[in-house]
């Protein structure tokens, strides 16, 4: 099992690091504002306003992070989450005053990540067609600021064309080793599904970004990651099929997860044993039904 996170992890202004011994690249948090144009070499754009930016390896990200600071797509995005943040501490409604179409769909994220998502995702039924114990390697495991509900996890996978629904490190038959804020999320290597629809490498993720939870009946809603560490541990590798009978080219989806019992996927809900939602790894066997995700890559 691994061991508990550190605490007091170093926190860079502008870009948070992944606990861990080893040096590891650092993406700063302004690229969560701004997105690269691909018909323009070395250009992006502001996803508040839309100006376009010079962006190299040469320049830095300071004159990116000066845009922000005046940006008034961005001080707008900043004040509706503050306000739809007080519907918690007991009022009934926000009135915000908007005035270009983008506006309004920057107040709707900021109320996605405030109120939770609570549109349904797909999710397909897969089956277990192999497991094998391998060496050890780097392993993530994430600790995120919100409290996860039993049946709740990440969607993580090998390839982004195929994500498994893991579960978190919550467990109902012993509460005192419950840790629901917490998923073993896979190698480094790994993908990751994120709220906007796209994923990431593991090892690209960082503390402070938002993740998507989602729960076996393909609910989903936004946490934000608190802590992340990284540590050699055994691994297991786990093959699945789908059973999506629309998708032709089916092919084997594969995982890398920690091999521990606190470790686990979610299941399908089946009407005469409503209450099985968690396979540990370490019990899982050829013919075993899990919960994957199937979407392009």
Request: with cysteine.
């Amino acid at each position: 099992m691994m061991s508990q996170a550190n605490n007091g992890a170093d926190l860079d202004a502008s870009a948070s690091g992944i606990s861990s011994s080893r040096s590891k690249r650092k993406r700063s948090f302004v690229w969560d504002h701004f997105t690269k144009l691909d018909n323009a070499k070395e250009k992006c754009v502001c996803d508040h306003c839309g100006k376009i930016y010079t962006c190299n390896s040469t320049c830095g990200t300071g004159h990116l992070w000066r845009h922000l600071d005046r940006c008034e797509g961005h001080k707008k995005g900043n004040v509706s989450q503050e306000a739809l943040q007080t519907l918690n501490l007991g009022h009934t409604g926000v009135r915000i005053k908007v005035e270009e179409l983008r506006d309004i769909h920057e107040v709707k994220d900021c109320l996605s990540k405030t109120k939770g998502m609570t549109d349904q995702f797909v999710l397909t039924k897969a089956t277990i067609t192999r497991t094998q114990l391998v060496s050890a390697g780097d392993h993530v495991c994430l600790d995120l600021c919100s409290l996860m509900k039993h049946g709740e996890g990440l969607l993580v996978g090998t390839y982004s064309g195929g994500l498994f629904l893991v579960h978190s490190e919550h467990s109902e038959s012993n509460p005192s080793a419950s840790r629901p804020f917490r998923v073993h999320a896979g190698p480094v290597h790994a993908h990751i599904a994120l709220p906007d629809g796209k994923t990431c490498y593991l090892s690209e993720l960082q503390e402070g970004k938002d993740v998507m939870l989602v729960n076996q009946n393909g609910m989903r809603r936004t946490a934000m990651i608190g802590r992340i560490e990284i540590e050699s541990q055994p691994l297991i590798l786990v093959e699945a099929m789908p059973l999506e009978e629309s998708n032709i080219h089916r092919k084997i989806m594969s995982i890398f997860l920690q091999n521990a019992g606190t470790v686990g996927f979610v299941t399908p809900h089946e009407e005469n044993n409503p209450l099985k939602i968690v396979i540990p790894v370490t019990a899982l066997k050829v013919g075993d039904e899990v919960l994957v995700r199937l979407q392009s890559e």
